[in-house]
DNA sequence: AGACTAGTGGCACTCAGTGCCGAAAGTACA
DNA sequence: TGTACTTTCGGCACTGAGTGCCACTAGTCT
């Protein structure tokens, strides 16, 4: 029988890998613009046919996240690891700052990323599919703690609310350049727990309260 | 000088209307799908030439939205009339729910197109870029009432928060055939105002408050 | 009639994404 | 060393969205 250890696998080697053609692609479209730059210059640019980078990334816009999946699935299970004792915001809250955080030298590289996937209108459209993703990490989670089922209103919206505060801190971080972006995740998460309750939110405008 | 009036334009007069090709369109992504509905098959069911088609509608992707802007500017003109005695988020409120009602007729199509855009991923994708400005316009009036920037971090997590609110309502509605709109927005927007406070949302799991 | 204006649509082009298929590069076993 | 098998690679041709260009059409104005 076979051995599947490390190197000794059964066909030909890839040529690439998934991060490489990522980072690859992340420095052209800074160089020349997403639009302007076209999946023929990408493959090219890392020395494969253009018929392999759709082997490795379904579409041009997927090549910024890299591989997402994987990101999904820490926060999964980070979700799944949590006491069962913490209340469901503040589990959620702790599982998005926990899928925020990266080594600080990653911090030039997620910033341009994130620049582009939030101000490229083809990215931003694209992006949604993946927040939709995430949405639904959250929202099963949210179900499991409420007893309710995933489609119901309440997971649904709650996942909606997460995401919010998570892209509005992103939004946040990117305007200013030596800004923290947990500490604006955890502000942004902490208008949800006291936000919507009898504040300033729910008060009338001039005059309203007084 | 020229009238203005009614008949007498300049040019050469349209040969269609952005509604009418909206429907057109509409009726066909409903026979074929989405994707097995070429541009071409759209212009030449409407009457006119594929080019043509372009002119009324930048994509493919806008064709079941119709005339969104039209609908931007209602929702801000509600908003701007209203008194500034009530809350924020009862203002947001009563503007979401004014926008998403439509005379009884209408329900079938609606449904149809709502069930477009929240299902086929195309349209997933590109709904994100007519999310954002229906944001903004949230977001904008929040930040007026609250007397902020509008890229501050509250105007912008209200805006999705809403958003969220309303895509869980039309979640919910798409998915049962005798329900209300109308009915599930109230009550997804009430979870907005009770939610994230010290109510179940945030209590622990088995237990967590017994 | 002639000038002017605005909508139409054909043509050719770019670019993303896909199906097909043979070639390349590796392993397993004789 | 050779043959079988497995996996990746990438060229080619195709579809379909979206765009620039330009001539044409259908109106109005004087």
Redesign the interface.
């Known amino acids: 029988m076979n051995e599947c250890s490390v190197a000794p696998r059964m066909g030909r080697q890839p040529l690439t890998t998934r991060a490489a053609l990522s980072h690859v692609a992340l420095r052209l479209f800074l160089e020349r613009g997403f639009e302007r730059t076209t999946v023929d210059d990408i493959a090219s640019a890392a020395g494969i046919g253009r018929r392999t980078l759709f082997r490795y990334f379904p579409s041009k816009n997927d090549l910024p996240w890299g591989d997402f999946d994987a990101e999904l699935v820490r926060m999964r299970s980070f979700l799944a690891a949590t006491d ?7 589990a959620l809250a702790q599982a998005v700052v926990e899928f925020n955080r990266f080594p600080p030298e990653e911090a030039p590289f997620h910033r341009e990323r994130m620049n582009l996937l939030l101000n490229v ?1 083809a990215l ?6 993946r927040y ?1 993703e995430w949405r639904l990490v959250v929202s099963n989670f949210a179900a499991g ?2 007893r309710v089922a995933v ?1 119901a ?2 997971p ?6 997460f ?3 998570s ?3 992103y ?2 971080w990117l ?1 200013t350049d030596d800004s923290n972006l947990i500490e ?1 995740l955890e ?2 998460l902490l ?8 504040g ?9 309260r007084a």
Not at 203 to 208: F, K, L
């Open positions: 069962t004792t913490v209340s469901l915001v503040d209108p931003v459209a694209h992006s949604a599919l939709a703690r409420l489609d209103i309440e649904t919206v709650i996942g909606w609310v995401l919010g505060a892209l509005a801190a939004e946040q305007r604006l502000s942004a208008l949800l727990k006291e936000g919507f309750a009898p300033e939110l729910a008060t009338g405008g001039p005059g309203g």
